[in-house]
């Protein structure tokens, strides 16, 4: 599993900036005994081992964003920017007898690397330099295995077959989608500052690559999404392992239920997991059938992805039935108190294709308020709130995903940030290192790394203690920075309606109260755009809110009992207003307890006349009565 850096601040002024510029995916041969010494790492290797530039960047690029890990390894073992690999060969596991990993031996980069450059596996591991060239020289290797021409005057056409080889896969399927993820890139163009201070721009290069090269690899086919009944998209590494439906007795059964969706309820929502443990535990308790279920598992070190529930049925994966209802769950192999460790590149990536292909498919808006993670979905009753989950937690990068979704989280400075105007929160990744604590036990503070939050505080001064949420802490303490304490956080992408502005610092409200961020002209983190915003119907001094939307109590028919909608312990006060997330939810319960169900009472959807809005409420989202509200668009 590839570890993407931890991002220290401390790192922003290191090293000498390298500025990759003028790539093409041809041009005039360079010496490969004497590479201009004033070229970067990526030119030098290039020109050393015959590799065009550009595959050399944009492999390396899909490989770590050319990020390098400061020595240590990702969790699947690979070093520096070009990942190269060292991974123990009895870590190697098998699936019910079917191999789902690249073999042992060929994990083993970095040695390969060695041999072909003999340079020393120290410094491969060690140096960007000493590293880039492993990786190009691994490439050139590749290329000639394949009986290919080698030359940085080759066309990066000509380098398909080449670049799937360095995805270390099972399957050609899976080394095609890599190698079509870093043609992508190529197309796109990239640039950014590395973890290490360095600006790396790789301008686009648009070719069309010799697919058919894939074919020379000695890898089994792999077996395709619309061969295989999965719904996944083409370009996804992905296969069926079912999550058992069965009946345990004593009318008890599990792990889903089925269902017919859209037509027994909308899907509205893509809600992001981590798995809290390792790919192979965690298929193992999808397909236990006492077990929860979810529609998804991804694995960190390339993104492959089994399918366990078919999106028409409801899976058992968020905590709140009304969710689960109207939502699909993926789970991605990783800790949320390590983060970057295990979000890697290849993950991000992938689960980006998923949605795509899943928001397009069910018509779901690519959003924040629809593309959620399990940390945002509210509890369903006051006893619930407190236990509910925090993951992919304050780690992952929402603005990189988004990015990858196509659908960039807002961050333009087009409308003043104003009192009653809506906020969207985007303080960067990589340099915004908040201070969390508990990540390794109790007491101690965590490795900084990017996070995707700023903290809220109740007055416009860094010393003044963070934000309350009465939900998690009842005795009515401030939040604290530990890393599974979402109380004072407001999230990448996340919206907020202005309340106030003292010079650098805005309040907006947030469970009913003002919080304060830092959000300064010449930085901000917060950016103002139109949108609707529901506030207290006149004379109301508050109105409740809800963590589910279902139907009043004359909805139901005889046979099915009213489920009672009880209000959070939170309110919104006169005078207070919140951004609406979705206003077209439907109201509605999915009756589902009994295994196959027994017709006329059972899976069936009851419909409701009693309108509701999904909202931003604080850091997670809640539910309004339209009766309760007006309606209203942004200052």
Same mark, same amino acid.
């Given at each position: 599993?590839?570890?993407?850096?931890?991002?220290?601040?401390?790192?922003?002024?290191?090293?000498?900036?390298?500025?990759?510029?003028?790539?093409?995916?041809?041009?005039?041969?360079?010496?490969?005994?004497?590479?201009?010494?004033?070229?970067?790492?990526?030119?030098?290797?290039?020109?050393?081992?015959?590799?065009?530039?550009?595959?050399?960047?944009?492999?390396?690029?899909?490989?770590?964003?050319?990020?390098?890990?400061?020595? #240590?390894? *990702?969790?699947d073992?690979? /070093?520096g920017?070009?990942? !190269? =690999?060292?991974? &123990? $060969?009895? @870590?190697?596991?098998?699936?019910?007898?079917?191999?789902?990993?690249?073999? #042992?031996? *060929?994990?083993?980069?970095? /040695?390969?690397?060695?041999? !072909? =450059?003999?340079? &020393? $596996?120290? @410094?491969?591991?060690?140096?960007?330099?000493?590293?880039v060239?492993?990786? #190009?020289?691994?490439?050139?290797?590749?290329?000639?295995?394949l009986? !290919?021409?080698?030359?940085?005057?080759?066309?990066?056409?000509?380098?398909?077959?080449?670049?799937?080889?360095?995805a270390?896969?099972?399957?050609?399927?899976?080394?095609?989608a890599?190698?079509?993820?870093?043609?992508?890139?190529?197309?796109?163009?990239?640039?950014?500052?590395?973890?290490?201070?360095q600006?790396?721009?790789?301008?686009?290069?648009?070719?069309?690559?010799?697919?058919?090269?894939?074919?020379?690899?000695?890898?089994?086919?792999?077996?395709?999404?619309?061969s295989?009944?999965?719904?996944?998209?083409?370009?996804?590494?992905?296969?069926?392992?079912?999550?058992?439906?069965?009946?345990?007795?004593?009318?008890?059964?599990?792990?889903?239920?089925?269902?017919?969706?859209p037509?027994?309820?909308?899907?509205?929502?893509?809600?992001?997991?981590?798995?809290?443990?390792?790919?192979?535990?965690?298929?193992?308790?999808?397909?236990?059938?006492?077990?929860?279920?979810?529609?998804?598992?991804?694995?960190?070190?390339?993104?492959?992805?089994?399918?366990?529930?078919?999106?028409?049925?409801v899976?058992?994966h968020?905590?709140?039935?009304?969710?689960?209802?109207?939502?699909?769950?993926?789970?991605?192999?990783?800790?949320?108190?390590q983060?970057?460790?295990?979000?890697?590149?290849?993950?991000?990536r992938?689960?980006?294709?998923?949605?795509?292909?899943?928001?397009?498919?069910?018509?779901?808006?690519?959003?924040?308020?629809?593309?959620?993670?399990?940390?945002q979905?509210?509890?369903?009753?006051?006893?619930t709130?407190?236990?509910?989950?925090?993951?992919?937690?304050?780690y992952?990068?929402?603005?990189?995903?988004?990015?990858?979704?196509?659908?960039?989280?807002w961050?333009?400075?087009?409308?003043?940030?104003?009192?009653?105007?809506?906020?969207?929160?985007?303080?960067?990744?990589?340099?915004?290192?908040?201070?969390?604590?508990?990540?390794t036990?109790?007491?101690?503070?965590?490795?900084p790394?990017?996070?995707?939050?700023?903290?809220?505080?109740?007055?416009?001064?860094?010393?003044?203690?963070?934000?309350k949420?009465?939900?998690?802490?009842?005795?009515?303490?401030?939040?604290?920075?530990?890393v599974?304490?979402?109380?004072?956080?407001?999230?990448?992408?996340?919206?907020?309606?202005?309340?106030?502005r003292?010079?650098?610092w805005?309040?907006?409200?947030?469970?009913?109260?003002?919080a304060?961020?830092?959000?300064?002209?010449?930085?901000?983190?917060?950016?103002?755009?139109?949108?609707l915003?529901?506030?207290?119907?006149?004379?109301?001094?508050?109105?409740?809110?809800?963590?589910?939307?279902?139907?009043?109590?004359?909805?139901?028919?005889?046979?099915?009992?009213?489920?009672?909608?009880?209000?959070?312990?939170?309110?919104?006060?006169?005078?207070?207003?919140?951004?609406?997330?979705?206003?077209?939810?439907?109201?509605d319960?999915?009756?589902?307890?009994?295994?196959?169900?027994?017709?006329?009472?059972?899976?069936?959807?009851?419909?409701?006349?009693?309108?509701?809005?999904?909202?931003?409420?604080?850091?997670?989202?809640?539910?309004?009565?339209?009766a309760?509200v007006?309606?209203?668009p942004?200052?």
């Amino acid at each position: 599993m590839r570890r993407r850096p931890k991002i220290l601040a401390a790192l922003a002024a290191v090293a000498l900036a390298i500025t990759v510029t003028g790539v093409s995916s041809s041009g005039p041969p360079a010496s490969a005994s004497t590479p201009d010494p004033s070229a970067s790492p990526y030119s030098a290797a290039a020109a050393k081992y015959g590799v065009p530039e550009s595959v050399l960047l944009a492999v390396s690029y899909a490989e770590t964003r050319w990020d390098d890990h400061q020595g #240590a390894s *990702s969790t699947d073992g690979g /070093y520096g920017p070009m990942h !190269l =690999t060292a991974v &123990d $060969p009895t @870590a190697v596991v098998d699936l019910s007898g079917k191999r789902k990993v690249a073999k #042992a031996e *060929s994990l083993r980069t970095l /040695y390969k690397a060695s041999e !072909l =450059t003999g340079l &020393d $596996p120290v @410094a491969l591991r060690n140096e960007t330099a000493a590293n880039v060239e492993g990786g #190009a020289a691994l490439l050139a290797s590749y290329q000639r295995n394949l009986g !290919l021409p080698v030359g940085s005057d080759t066309s990066a056409a000509q380098w398909y077959g080449a670049v799937a080889s360095y995805a270390e896969a099972a399957d050609r399927a899976a080394a095609s989608a890599f190698a079509d993820d870093v043609y992508a890139i190529m197309a796109r163009g990239a640039a950014r500052t590395t973890n290490t201070g360095q600006q790396v721009v790789m301008p686009a290069v648009a070719v069309t690559p010799d697919k058919s090269q894939v074919s020379k690899l000695a890898l089994p086919a792999g077996v395709a999404a619309e061969s295989s009944g999965v719904e996944c998209p083409e370009s996804l590494a992905c296969e069926w392992l079912p999550a058992p439906y069965q009946d345990l007795g004593g009318g008890d059964y599990g792990n889903h239920d089925l269902a017919n969706r859209p037509k027994t309820g909308k899907i509205d929502y893509i809600i992001v997991h981590d798995t809290e443990g390792g790919w192979q535990g965690t298929l193992n308790l999808v397909q236990d059938p006492t077990y929860v279920s979810w529609q998804y598992t991804m694995r960190s070190s390339d993104g492959y992805t089994w399918q366990h529930v078919k999106a028409d049925d409801v899976a058992w994966h968020a905590g709140n039935w009304y969710v689960n209802m109207h939502s699909i769950g993926i789970e991605h192999e990783g800790f949320a108190a390590q983060g970057a460790t295990w979000y890697t590149e290849s993950l991000y990536r992938n689960s980006a294709k998923l949605v795509r292909y899943l928001a397009a498919k069910n018509n779901i808006p690519l959003d924040r308020a629809h593309i959620i993670g399990h940390d945002q979905i509210p509890g369903t009753l006051p006893s619930t709130v407190r236990g509910m989950h925090w993951d992919p937690g304050p780690y992952w990068d929402w603005e990189h995903y988004f990015d990858l979704l196509g659908a960039p989280i807002w961050g333009k400075s087009v409308f003043p940030v104003k009192a009653g105007s809506i906020v969207t929160i985007k303080p960067g990744f990589a340099d915004n290192v908040q201070v969390l604590t508990n990540c390794t036990g109790a007491g101690t503070t965590c490795t900084p790394q990017g996070t995707n939050f700023v903290y809220l505080r109740q007055a416009p001064d860094d010393a003044a203690p963070l934000v309350k949420d009465i939900g998690l802490r009842p005795d009515g303490s401030a939040s604290t920075t530990v890393v599974s304490d979402i109380g004072a956080r407001a999230a990448a992408g996340s919206q907020y309606v202005v309340a106030q502005r003292q010079g650098d610092w805005v309040a907006v409200w947030y469970l009913g109260a003002l919080a304060w961020f830092k959000s300064p002209a010449s930085a901000p983190d917060a950016f103002a755009k139109p949108g609707l915003v529901v506030k207290p119907k006149a004379g109301k001094a508050s109105v409740p809110v809800y963590g589910r939307a279902y139907p009043e109590q004359s909805a139901y028919p005889a046979g099915i009992p009213y489920q009672v909608v009880t209000p959070l312990q939170y309110s919104i006060g006169e005078g207070q207003a919140y951004p609406v997330g979705d206003p077209s939810i439907e109201t509605d319960y999915y009756r589902a307890v009994t295994f196959a169900g027994e017709p006329p009472t059972d899976h069936v959807q009851v419909l409701g006349n009693d309108r509701y809005y999904q909202i931003w409420f604080g850091h997670r989202m809640a539910y309004v009565r339209a009766a309760d509200v007006d309606l209203k668009p942004a200052v």
